[in-house]
């Protein structure tokens, strides 16, 4: 008898998951939610943020139910605040940060909740210079603790821009994030579904400490730098 009920439960929020994957979303497509992270970056950039969405009415409205228009992967690194880097409020970015954007079981359950669950068709990979995790990996030295199993998952970027030419960092930071969104879009049964028939847009970026720009790798680098 539970067995049963755990069917007709899990076929109930099966069904819910597709129908609010179809209609629970900002209303907004991934290029457009896109050129909204870029406006508001411009404008964070700028020093004329506007910080939208962050009203009591706001408070109010997000209480019932959320539509963030984007997912962000992010680092944890105290000095790149996604609401504020991106000029969002109160439910409008979906939200993952941990230190050199590594994800693991917990990050990717959390990721296909976003778009299978909340509707969400675009997710940005977004590392940054002078990542302390990064340099890490890029380093032969232990790490104490679970640390290593970040350094561990961005090695393979770090060897990869090992020899090229430029800053050491700075082509492992970019080569992480690379990595990273590949592996996103290849991550199955939900992403790469999504990824597969156009539904979602995975890009890779890389926020700039000293300007507070949001620089976006292009596709070109993105195939070259994982093969």
């Given at each position: ?35 909204r992270?870029v406006?508001?970056?411009l ?13 009591v ?20 690194d ?26 693991t ?13 909340l ?5 940005v ?42 800053d ?5 930071v ?14 199955d ?5 999504y ?10 970026a890389v ?11 292009s ?9």
């Open positions: 008898m539970k067995g049963f009920k755990f069917l007709i439960s899990f076929l109930i929020l099966s069904i819910s998951t597709q129908l609010v994957a179809q209609t629970n979303s900002a209303g907004i497509s991934s290029k457009d939610a896109l050129q992270l406006e508001g970056n404008r964070f950039v700028q020093g004329k943020s506007i910080r939208p969405n962050q009203s009415e706001r408070i109010k409205e997000v209480s019932k139910k959320q539509n963030p228009f984007a997912t962000i992967v992010g680092c944890s105290s000095r790149v605040p996604n609401e504020i880097i991106f000029d969002q409020g109160l439910g409008d970015l979906f939200i993952l940060r941990t230190a050199g954007q590594v994800s079981y917990a990050s990717w359950g959390s990721i296909e909740f976003s778009v299978a669950v509707g969400v068709n675009l997710i990979v977004l590392g940054h210079t002078s990542c302390g995790a990064v340099g890490a990996a890029c380093k032969a030295d232990d790490v104490p603790g679970h640390i290593i199993a970040l350094t561990n998952s961005i090695k393979p970027a770090a060897e990869k821009v090992k020899h090229m030419e430029g050491y960092l700075d082509n492992a970019k080569a992480n994030v690379a990595f990273q969104v590949v592996s996103l879009r290849k991550l049964p939900i992403l790469s579904k990824y597969n028939k156009g539904q979602l847009q995975i890009v890779g926020y700039d400490l000293e300007t507070g720009k949001v620089n976006y790798l596709e070109e680098y993105i195939s070259t730098i994982t093969k």
